[in-house]
C-alpha cells in the first residue's frame, strides 16, 4: 500500500486498485496545526492497510464510529472529528446539482462544492437548527421528559425536533411540545447551544438549548412519534442522576454491578413507596 497527494486528493494504491480519497482543509487548531479531514469511505480496507504496514503503526490502528468515540475524546479533539465528519457526510449527500442535476465537484479546499455545468450553481455546506428544550411544570416542581421509539429502553431525554422554515426558536418550541404532548408553553428562554455533528440521517446540526414554563399539565401523547412523555419530580432525576453515577463507578471499579435504574424504574418504585406510606 502507498499514497501520495493530488490536488484536493489523496491516492491510496492498495495491492493492485488505485483509490483517489477525497481531502477536505478544516483549519488551523489551537495550536496552529493545520488539521484535514480524509474520506476514506470507498477504500477503507486498503487505507487501513497503509496505515498498518506503510506507516508502521500495527494492529493498534482501527476505525471508529464518532458517536462511540466521543466520550474518549478530549474537547478539542471532539470538535475537529465532528467537523471532519460533518464536512464528509455533506460532500457526500450533495454530489450533484440540486438545480439542475449535474455533477458537482469540490472547490476550495472543500469549503463549498461547485457545479460542473453551471458557474453560478455554488452548494455551501449546510447545518439544521434544533431546539432541544427542558419544560417546567407550572407549578415548577416537575420537569416534562420523553422517549421516543427508537431509544434505548429506559432512557428519557427532553423533548426536541427540527425549527421549521421562516419560525422562530421560541416558536419552534411551543410547536414541537405541543406536537408531541399537547403541553401548552408560556416563556421559552434561549439559554445555549452546541453542535451536534452526528444528526439525523448523517446530517450536522445546531442543537439550540431552551427553557420553557409550561401552562398546562394534560399530557396526551402523540404515538405516531413518541413512546412516552409525562411529568417527572425533580427529586425523581435527581435520584436517577445520582443512582446512574454511583452505579457507573462501581461497574468501571469491578464490572459486577447491576445496570442503574431507569426513571421510569424509579417512579415506579418511588409510587410504590408513597402507596406503602400511605396503607400504613
Known sequence: ????????????????AAYQLPLYLLGQ???ERWTFALDVSDCRAGFMEFLRETCSLGGGVGLS????????LSRDAAAIAGQATALSQWHQSHKFCPRCGA??????????RQCTSTPHHK????????????????????????????FTPGMYTCLSGFVDQCESVEEAVRREVFEE??????Q??????QPWPIGRYGGCELMLGCMAKARSYEVLVNMDEMEDVQWYDKDELRAAVEMYDVMSAASEGDGLAEPPMSVAQLQVRRNCSLGCRRNC
Do not use: F, W
Request: positive net charge; hydrophobic residues 45%.
Open 123 to 150: 452548494l455551501y455546506p449546510r447545518t439544521d437548527p434544533v431546539v432541544i428544550m427542558l419544560v417546567e411544570s407550572p407549578d415548577g416542581r416537575r420537569a416534562l421528559l420523553g422517549r421516543n421509539k427508537k
Open 65 to 72: 464510529d464518532l458517536r462511540a468515540a466521543l466520550p474518549q
Open 103 to 112: 455533477p458537482t465537484a469540490p472547490v476550495e479546499a472543500g469549503l463549498r
Open 29 to 31: 487548531d489551537r495550536t
Open 181 to 186: 404532548s399537547r403541553v401548552l408553553v408560556a
Open 1 to 16: 500500500a502507498a499514497a501520495c497527494t493530488i490536488g484536493n486528493a489523496i491516492s491510496v494504491h492498495a495491492g493492485d
Open 188 to 193: 421559552v428562554a434561549v439559554v445555549g447551544s
